[in-house]
């Protein structure tokens, strides 16, 4: 299932990546292309949110580490773009992340 949405993930940015820019530019396109984009956008952002780890890869090859990585929305009052809080930590040392980042979309 996490592969799945994984590649689903990364299909959906490639293609607002290429096209969500496009529908505030060009003006002749139906409010319909913009709305189905609109829920595009909304399905992306709900699968990027969420708690995910490596430990089935670590199971299958000691080389990888375990890894927790948090995601969850912030600023959600802001209207100029989608803010998500992302932090990347061992399994068993979540509370010393390695990684933080704000992304914003």
């Not at 956008?41 to 969420?50: A, I, R, W």
């Not at 000691?62 to 600023?75: D, E, G, M, Q």
């Amino acid at each position: 299932m996490f592969k799945f949405r994984f590649i689903y993930t990364c299909f959906l940015s490639l293609v607002l990546m290429t096209s969500y820019g496009q529908a505030e530019i060009i003006e002749d396109r139906p409010a319909e292309t913009l709305e189905v984009k609109e829920k595009l956008f909304d399905k992306f952002c709900s699968f990027l949110k969420g708690e995910y780890n490596t430990k089935n890869q670590n199971a299958r090859d000691s080389k990888y580490f375990n890894i927790s990585l948090v995601i969850f929305t912030i600023w959600d009052n802001e209207t100029d773009a989608r803010y998500f809080y992302v932090e990347q930590a061992m399994v068993g040392k979540e509370d010393k992340p390695y990684r933080q980042r704000v992304y914003k979309i």
